[in-house]
């Protein structure tokens, strides 16, 4: 079984940062992706930027040059520092990874963590 465990969310003034962090644990052999989605009230879950393995980062046009993902392969974390944030960046942050377990492919979810950008 692996766990996944999304912090550092919260509120913050427009211009703000933050710096999101996930670690995954348990019965990990092997991890290809790790990746940062939101949903907004209202919206569809969407990716915010993930970074795979021998691929490099992606990230979304709404947050190209305002955030920068990184992982961390020893620790099982992934870490997404977001600047200049808006009102439209609030929403629900959730940390997915993908890859292989003891039991198979992993796929697994965090609980997420909420982001509010408002004065």
């Known amino acids: 079984q692996v766990q996944v465990v999304e912090s550092g969310g919260g509120l913050v003034q427009p211009g703000g940062s933050l710096r999101l962090s996930c670690a995954a644990s348990?019965?990990?052999?092997?991890?290809?992706?790790m990746g940062w989605y939101r949903q907004a009230p209202g919206k569809q879950r969407e990716l915010v930027a993930d970074i795979s393995t021998g691929i490099g980062p992606y990230y979304a046009d709404s947050v190209k040059g305002r955030s920068t993902i990184s992982r961390d392969n020893a620790k099982n974390m992934v870490y997404l520092q977001m600047n200049s944030l808006k009102p439209e960046d609030t929403a629900i942050y959730y940390c997915?990874?993908?890859?292989?377990?003891?039991?198979?492919?992993?796929?697994?979810w965090g609980q997420g963590t909420q982001v509010t950008v408002s004065t």
């Open positions: 997915n990874i993908v890859g292989l377990g003891e039991r198979g492919r992993i796929d697994s």
């Open positions: 348990g019965s990990i052999i092997s991890i290809y992706s």
